[in-house]
Every structure is written in C-alpha cells, then in structure tokens.
C-alpha cells in the first residue's frame, strides 16, 4: 500500500470513527488541525508522513468521552496503522504525538518529543483559539452542562493535570486557564505567527463579551 493511499484510507478511517462526534472534536476539528499541520510543516524540517498521520489520529479516542482514560486512543491508532502496514517506528512516532499532544493543565510536563509533535501540536493548539476557538469552547461548554460566566468563581491558573480534567468551572474560565496561554507555548515560528492574530481576537471577544455581560455597551 502506497502512503498515499495509507493517508487517504486513515481518513476514511478518522471520518467513520468520529460520525456523531461532539462539535468541537469531529471529523472537521481532525480536517482542520491536518490542514493547518501540512501548512506549519512547509516551513519545518520533518517526516510529512508522519505529520499527516499524527494530526489525523490525535484525536481518535480523546480521554475526555472516555472517562478519562488517555490509553484508549493510542491503541485504537496502533491498531489500526497496523491493518494498513505502516511500519512499526512510524506507529511508535505517532503514539507519542497522540500521547504528548495534549494541554493537561500548567503543571504537566511532556515526556517526548519531535520536530513532527512540534508541528501538529501547533497546529490542535492553533483550533483551540481564534474564532473557531471560542465557538469550540462554549460549545463544549454547552456539552458539559457548564455555567458562561460566573463572577464570583475566579480562573484557578495552578491546577494539576487531574484537577485540571476534573474542573466543571464556568465556560469563561477556560480561556484564563488555557486558551489565552496557549501563544506563549508554540513551538514553531508559523504557529507563533498566527497564535498571536488569533490571541488578540480572542483579547477583542472577551473585552466586548465583558461589556454586554455589565451593561456597558
């Protein structure tokens, strides 16, 4: 099987997996990060093989619909890379992308590391602010039943890795405690590029999102 036709078979693969998927975690959130990772890889020295691969399984199985439990996406993509006979260093490489790409909190250290997890880590970094940010944020917030805003419930900014998965704290809060964090942690030169329009659009809607919430505007 050619990797041309490995790509497109995990696709089809990744398309079927996610059907019914919540919003901000699709087929398209899988589509978005892929396009954005070939476009950072241009200007990066990597396997692109391993790129596509990696930003098309990220989030085969994430933890968060799977009572927390980050083994379940590695081996579903393991699984299934072998049923395609992609070889074994290319599956390993790509179980560390799955298995280091994601935030966890400010205080969770990553254990591997690569010019290609640089690259697609961006690139799910990237969809997680701007725009499509926001619009993935409160509709993940609407998924978990979760409160806009609360005044009175300040953004926890020192949580560790559990605390962090187990917060129910307000919609709003996650952009303190994740997204407006998220520039500053880009790994590639592209990635800082386009992290900063979208951190400043990001800075816009909170801004007008806190005068409407007081009656200012």
């Known amino acids: 099987m050619t990797k041309d036709l490995q790509i497109q078979t995990t696709i089809n693969f990744v398309k079927e997996k996610l059907e ?3 919003g901000g975690h699709d087929w398209f959130h899988i589509e978005r990060v892929y396009k954005n990772s070939k476009l950072i890889a241009k200007t990066e020295d990597v ?14 199985a994430d933890s968060k619909f799977h009572d927390g439990d980050e083994t379940v996406g590695p081996k579903v993509a393991s699984e299934f890379l072998k049923t395609i006979e992609v070889d074994e260093e290319t599956i390993q490489h790509v ?33 997680a ?10 509709n993940y917030g609407g998924f978990k039943n979760r409160a806009l805003y609360n005044p009175e419930i300040a953004p926890n900014l020192n949580m560790t890795k559990a605390a962090y998965k187990a917060s129910n704290a307000p919609t709003i809060n996650h952009f303190y405690e994740k997204l407006l964090l998220l520039k500053d942690k880009m790994n590639t030169e592209t990635g800082k590029h386009i992290a900063t329009q979208r951190h400043d659009f990001m800075i816009a809607f909170l801004d007008q999102f806190y005068a409407e919430w007081n009656g200012e505007k």
């Open 20 to 22: 019914g998927a919540e």
């Open 47 to 60: 396997n692109l093989f391993v790129v596509e691969l990696g930003a098309l399984l990220h989030d085969i």
């Open 129 to 138: 602010i701007g725009a499509i940010g926001i619009a993935r944020t409160f």
């Open 95 to 127: 179980i560390n992308i799955i298995e280091n790409i994601s935030y966890k909190g400010g205080n969770f250290k990553a254990t591997f590391s690569s010019p290609e997890l640089n690259v697609v880590q961006d690139a799910d970094r990237l969809d």
